[in-house]
């Protein structure tokens, strides 16, 4: 018969729940070796997140490459995007985004040319190579590598020699090329110029040099400071000369009065007897006074036809917006508008 001893059993028991009993340095070995465990798991997460690292770099990096060898990049300009990363604070992960986002691009640039200006043209040719320079109608333009329309009016005006029209002929990375109208005095090799032009946003303006001049046909610079200088469609100026308004019926007299606010849409009369009244149609006489010193143009008479669409509270002031007129009609005050805001403007 199989018996057991109550007493040694107790005494096996309490034998081996001693064992078990943590003490000061059995505590200090479970915390190191549990600090040691930790320590692997986060060496390994470094580990795997610099191996990461370092194939998106190399991903970037072969994309930016393929990206460059298509669009011709020049190792210049690839050095160029380079330093554009560098300034902007992007991480060599993101160097394939230079060249695939063209927002990207922009807030590089940006910060780019905030330390280096000179680079302007560099960097407007790479828009253009890039194909980042293609106005899509969403909004404002802010860079010369965004105008691809041949025969786009532009109103080029240099310090000493007046100012004349023009006409894009084409832009590519090395430039625009522009070809003055008719009768237009060219602008100097070398020279800094002005140069406005009209979109359906507003009126737009950018200085850059004159890197090339061949009878009328000139190259210019690429800029990336093109601003917006109006919103509206057609350039307005305050001004103020003398002018007839007639009314369509011939039975009625014409009236003297002064422009004091012009645009390629309409104008603003000044009419001290409040004679004109909302609504009413009437055509407009008067000369444009001789552009400044340097300038072009005469003292062909106007008539323009146009009707009233409000007036002031006392009737002194009536706002005409005009009817359809020629083009020529048109630039012929674009020229007057735009004289006069360049002189504002000042030349940098």
């Not at 000369?241 to 002064?258: E, K, M």
Request: glycine share 10%.
């Amino acid at each position: 018969m199989l018996t057991v001893n109550l007493e040694a059993l107790r005494h096996v028991l309490e034998g081996l729940s001693s064992g078990f009993r943590p003490t000061p340095r059995d505590i200090l070995v479970f915390a190191l070796a549990v600090i040691g465990f930790v320590g692997l798991l986060a060496l390994l997460h470094l580990l795997q997140r610099r191996r990461t690292a370092q194939a998106r770099r190399r991903r970037s990096r072969e994309a930016f490459d393929s990206a460059a060898r298509r669009q011709g990049l020049t190792e210049g300009e690839k050095d160029t995007l380079l330093r554009m990363l560098a300034v902007s604070g992007a991480t060599e992960e993101e160097l394939d985004r230079l060249v695939t986002q063209a927002w990207f691009f922009n807030r590089a640039s940006r910060e780019y040319l905030a330390e280096d200006p000179a680079a302007e043209a560099v960097v407007a040719a790479l828009r253009f190579k890039l194909d980042f320079g293609r106005f899509d109608g969403g909004g404002p333009i802010h860079s010369t590598a965004e105008l691809e329309e041949p025969g786009l009016r532009l109103y080029v005006r240099e310090a000493d020699h007046g100012s004349g029209h023009a006409r894009l002929s084409s832009a590519g990375p090395g430039g625009l090329v522009v070809r003055m109208d008719r009768g237009e005095q060219a602008p100097r090799e070398g020279e800094t110029v002005q140069v406005f032009f009209p979109r359906e946003d507003g009126i737009y303006y950018f200085a850059t040099r004159v890197r090339g001049s061949r009878g009328p046909v000139l190259e210019l610079d690429h800029s990336e400071r093109v601003a917006r200088v109006q919103r509206r469609r057609f350039a307005r100026c305050a001004t103020s000369f003398p002018a007839r308004v007639h009314a369509l019926d011939p039975s009625l007299p014409a009236v003297g009065t002064y422009v004091i606010d012009l645009g390629g849409g309409g104008a603003t009369l000044f009419t001290p007897h409040g004679n004109l009244g909302k609504r009413r149609r009437l055509q407009l006489e008067f000369a444009l006074p001789e552009p400044p010193a340097g300038g072009t143009g005469g003292r062909r008479l106007l008539k323009l036809h146009g009707r009233v669409i409000r007036t002031s509270r006392q009737g002194s002031r009536a706002h005409v917006a005009f009817d359809p007129m020629s083009e020529t009609d048109r630039d012929r005050i674009l020229r007057f508008v735009l004289s006069r805001q360049t002189v504002r403007q000042g030349f940098r």
